[in-house]
């Protein structure tokens, strides 16, 4: 997951309102449950010291839901009478959760938004290409290559003018692949999706793909069904969402070997079948006290955050700035902070990670992570 847009969130000073709502409308009497939840959410805020303005907002921020194309959850957070941020979930809380907090309670996100990488679709025929980028919520245009149409305007004899025919309409369908082929290579460094899906017919995919640098294809998978000018096709959805689920779950196993190896003796040095890379020990940081003082050096690159970890609502200290944290309020102050606030260790990690443009990924139940539940891989070694 990366973090970019949480940073608004961390540019101006707290005390935050954070609230994850179960927004889906399923059932006859979902208006007056939602009205309820509303009202519980508000009620919690109040308790916990809320400023009545910036409770006023989120009020009205989530009266304004519309009754169609909802998504299943909501999280929003609010600090001096404004909502900052209204983030749509792929799925919905199993819990509603309002907090009044000095850091903002980002760490929920981690398993409620789309942490699937987002993939480019190209939409391929014999004369161009319609690109578009995905995600679990969103599809957005992002270009087309344009390539020749070769028509003949009389009919075709079994002759010599066969073979000619034949060979023009092959060089232009030549030249059209070369040209998509071309297009996506330049515009992958803008779009920075991770995987690319060719959609078209066979032949026209497998040409194509012909063309792409070896860096592209290895990310370059090819779907069987839909066209340019297909609508909706619901196997063509179902092996984009394959696709984008594959993707993560490499990038979270690759990431869990380098912390595996990282985190190892000196001189032990392993590599797994996933081809990762060997950060080497200490290219590693497990539990509260070694992240914090990682995140305080800029060094952490993925963290790596459990389902339920027990870590997470550690207290910590903090100050202004997202390098400014540490284990022990007497630490805050030999940082130069001169009055320390408490904060819970994933949210402050959290913020941290941000500024220092690092990514976060959940570890699900049942795969093997870090002690505490709080971990990271890291840039360099000491």
């Given amino acids: 997951m990366e973090l970019g847009f949480l940073k608004p969130l961390f540019d101006r000073p707290g005390p935050w309102a954070s609230v994850y709502i179960d927004t889906t409308r399923g059932t006859e009497d979902a208006p007056a449950q939602q009205r309820l939840r509303e009202r519980a959410v508000a009620n919690r805020l109040i308790d916990e010291g809320a400023d009545a303005y910036t409770t006023r907002a989120l009020m009205l921020t989530l009266a304004e839901e519309p009754v169609s194309g909802t998504p299943p959850g909501r999280a929003l957070f609010a600090a001096g009478a404004e909502?900052?941020?209204?983030?749509?979930?792929?799925?919905?809380?199993?819990?509603?959760?309002?907090?009044?907090?000095?850091?903002?309670?980002?760490?929920?996100?981690?398993?409620?938004?789309?942490?699937?990488?987002?993939?480019?679709?190209?939409?391929?025929?014999?004369?161009?290409?319609?690109?578009?980028?995905?995600?679990?919520?969103?599809?957005?245009?992002?270009?087309?290559?344009?390539?020749?149409?070769?028509?003949?305007?009389?009919?075709?004899?079994?002759?010599?003018?066969?073979?000619?025919?034949?060979?023009?309409?092959?060089?232009?369908?030549?030249?059209?692949?070369e040209l998509i082929a071309a297009e996506l290579t330049r515009r992958r460094p803008e779009i920075g999706a991770e995987a690319l899906v060719l959609v078209g017919d066979a032949r026209e995919r497998r040409a194509v793909y012909a063309q792409l640098p070896e860096p592209m294809r290895a990310m370059?998978?090819?779907?069987?069904?839909?066209?340019?000018?297909?609508?909706?096709?619901?196997?063509?959805?179902?092996?984009?969402?394959?696709?984008?689920?594959?993707?993560?779950?490499?990038?979270?196993?690759?990431?869990?070997?380098?912390?595996?190896?990282?985190?190892?003796?000196?001189?032990?040095?392993?590599?797994?079948?996933?081809?990762?890379?060997?950060?080497?020990?200490?290219?590693?940081?497990?539990?509260?006290?070694?992240?914090?003082?990682?995140?305080r050096s800029h060094q952490v690159e993925t963290m790596l955050m459990a389902e339920a970890a027990s870590d997470a609502a550690r207290d910590v200290w903090i100050g202004p700035g997202p390098d400014q944290i540490a284990v022990q309020r007497s630490e805050a102050h030999a940082m130069g902070v001169a009055r320390p606030e408490r904060a819970r260790a994933d949210d402050a990690l959290m913020r941290s990670a941000?500024?220092?443009?690092a990514n976060v990924l959940l570890v699900p139940q049942g795969m093997r992570g870090p002690s505490g539940g709080l971990g990271a891989v890291l840039r360099w070694s000491f």
């Fill in 220 to 295: 370059t998978v090819e779907a069987e069904r839909g066209n340019r000018s297909s609508a909706h096709d619901d196997q063509l959805e179902r092996r984009i969402t394959e696709v984008r689920t594959e993707q993560a779950r490499g990038r979270l196993e690759s990431a869990l070997e380098r912390f595996r190896v990282g985190r190892g003796r000196p001189g032990d040095h392993r590599s797994g079948p996933s081809g990762a890379v060997d950060t080497g020990p200490g290219g590693a940081a497990e539990g509260v006290p070694a992240l914090v003082d990682a995140a």
């Fill in 354 to 357: 941000a500024g220092a443009d």
């Fill in 83 to 177: 909502v900052v941020l209204d983030i749509p979930l792929v799925r919905a809380p199993l819990v509603g959760e309002a907090a009044w907090s000095t850091l903002p309670h980002t760490s929920p996100l981690v398993g409620l938004v789309d942490a699937l990488p987002p993939c480019v679709i190209a939409y391929i025929d014999r004369t161009g290409a319609d690109l578009e980028i995905r995600d679990s919520l969103r599809r957005v245009p992002v270009g087309r290559a344009e390539g020749r149409e070769w028509r003949s305007h009389r009919s075709v004899p079994e002759d010599r003018y066969e073979w000619h025919y034949r060979n023009k309409t092959e060089n232009i369908w030549q030249e059209n692949a």
